[in-house]
Nanobody
C-alpha cells in the first residue's frame, strides 16, 4: 500500500509564497502521474497541477504562472511551489498518485491546510 505524506502548508499573507512537498512511501509502477488537488470549504475538490512520468505538466487556469509543479522520481517526491498567493487559494491541498490504463487508480495524501490571509 502506497502512502503519501504532505508537508509545507501553513498561513501566508496575500502575495506570499509557500512550497508543498509530498513523499511516497513506495512506488512499484513505472508510469504514473503525481499531482496536487485542493478543496475549499463547501466546494468540490479540484485539480491544481499534475505532472506525468514523461514530464508533461497540467495546470488549472487560475494557477498558471503562479504555481510550479515538479517531481523527483529518485526521491519519489512531488513539489508544488506556490507564489502570488491569493485569499481564494485557501484550501486543503491533497497530493495524488494516479496510475493504470485504461482504468486508473488513485492514492491520496491526508491533506495539508493552506490559508492565505492578512
Amino acid at each position: 500500500q502506497v502512502q503519501l505524506v504532505e508537508s509545507g502548508g501553513g498561513l501566508v499573507q496575500p502575495g506570499g509564497s509557500l512550497r508543498l512537498s509530498c513523499a511516497a512511501s513506495r512506488i512499484i509502477v513505472s508510469i504514473y502521474t503525481m499531482g496536487w488537488y485542493r478543496q475549499a470549504p463547501g466546494k468540490q475538490r479540484e485539480l491544481v497541477a499534475a505532472v506525468t512520468s514523461g514530464g508533461s505538466t497540467n495546470y488549472a487556469d487560475s494557477m498558471k504562472g503562479r504555481f510550479t509543479i515538479s517531481r523527483d522520481d529518485a526521491k519519489k517526491m512531488v513539489t508544488l511551489q506556490m507564489s502570488s498567493l491569493k485569499p481564494e487559494d485557501t484550501a486543503v491541498y491533497y497530493c495524488n498518485l494516479r496510475w493504470g490504463s485504461p482504468s486508473t487508480f488513485d492514492t491520496w495524501g491526508q491533506g495539508t491546510q493552506v490559508t492565505v490571509s492578512s
